[in-house]
């Protein structure tokens, strides 16, 4: 039987370079999009690609909640074994956005959108172990939570909010993995590498020159999911975070577990208020 993949973000850059890399080693996957047209169309490129492989796609907005625990009460209908999780999906804001549930759009994409997503699927990956669940985070998780106004309303940066959900992403793996010890499932966070894709659409232009001179392709950023996903080399490692496919550091504050266990606590609320 075939190991069944979810990636999230797998219509563009680093998601899709890892959707095609998941299928050539003969993984089943599973893909959420919120653009049915972008969707087909690298579906089609894997099946191109890797002519037996098995992909679904399903209709999901990572920036509406109810969006999400729709999807995931019909994949859990669909699919008892899930094996892998890659919660790969961001965005980079350059002004003030709100999701589908008047939340800022980069905590709500690129935190709670993972946060609850893996929350949704635990049981499922727990049925499934060994299981593995990727965190795709960022070297720009710099600085610290920004408790007072975790969603910037006083005063919006774009790279501010994306910082700060980089830094949750760790966060959140490092909290996860001690919440899930024991259950043959692991979870680890990474940085892909500065990689030159659509992430940087919103950016000043003076700034994206650098970008084709010192960004590497899709296919590498791609390497280090892949590689957490599958090799036997890290089969039981879990909360740390890796580049280059190899374990690297993190800033000081993303290994603070009680800004984990705040921040978690305030997800959980955040998904109440708009689930409930
Ligand atoms: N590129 C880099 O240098 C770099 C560096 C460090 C970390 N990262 C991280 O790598 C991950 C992938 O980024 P990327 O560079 O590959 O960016 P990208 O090319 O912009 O791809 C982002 C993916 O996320 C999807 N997405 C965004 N909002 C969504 C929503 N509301 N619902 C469903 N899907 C949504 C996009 O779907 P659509 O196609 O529908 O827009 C797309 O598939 C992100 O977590 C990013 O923070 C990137």
């Known amino acids: 039987m075939a190991k069944v993949a979810l990636i999230t973000g797998s219509t563009a850059g680093i998601g899709k370079e ?13 893909l959420p999009v919120r653009n049915a047209q972008k969707g087909e169309a690298i579906k089609q490129e894997i099946l191109k690609q890797s002519p037996q492989a098995q992909v679904r796609l399903y209709d999901c907005n990572l920036a ?8 995931t009460e019909q994949v859990k209908k669909d699919y008892p074994q899930i094996h892998v999780l890659i919660n790969n999906a961001g965005v980079w804001q350059q002004n003030q956005a709100l999701s589908d549930d008047g939340i800022e759009m ?14 949704l699927l635990l049981d499922t990956l727990k049925n499934s172990a060994p299981a593995r669940i990727v965190n795709v985070a960022s070297d720009l998780h710099q600085g610290d939570i920004n408790f ?26 490092r909290l996860l993995a001690k919440k899930i010890e024991g259950t043959n499932i692991t979870t680890n966070a990474l940085m892909p590498g500065f990689i030159a894709t659509e992430l940087f659409r919103n950016i000043p232009a003076f700034l994206r020159w650098i970008i084709p001179i010192f960004a590497k392709t899709p ?19 879990s909360g740390e975070y890796f580049k280059n496919k190899k374990r690297g550091s993190s800033s000081y504050n993303s290994k603070n577990i009680q800004t984990a266990q705040r921040l978690w606590e305030i997800s959980e609320q955040y998904i109440q208020k708009v689930l409930s």
């Open 219 to 237: 296919k590498q950023g791609a390497e280090t999911s892949i590689y957490l996903a599958t090799s036997e080399e890290v089969k039981f490692v």
């Open 148 to 173: 007072s106004d975790i969603e910037f309303k006083k005063s919006f940066s774009g790279i501010g909010a994306y910082k700060q959900s980089k830094l949750a992403n760790i966060l959140f793996t």
């Open 106 to 119: 980069t905590f709500a994409v690129n935190h709670l959108a993972p946060f609850l997503l893996t929350n």
């Open 64 to 71: 509406s909640l109810k969006s999400i625990q729709t999807f």
């Open 18 to 30: 890892t959707a095609l890399g998941l299928a050539k080693m003969g993984m089943e996957l599973i």
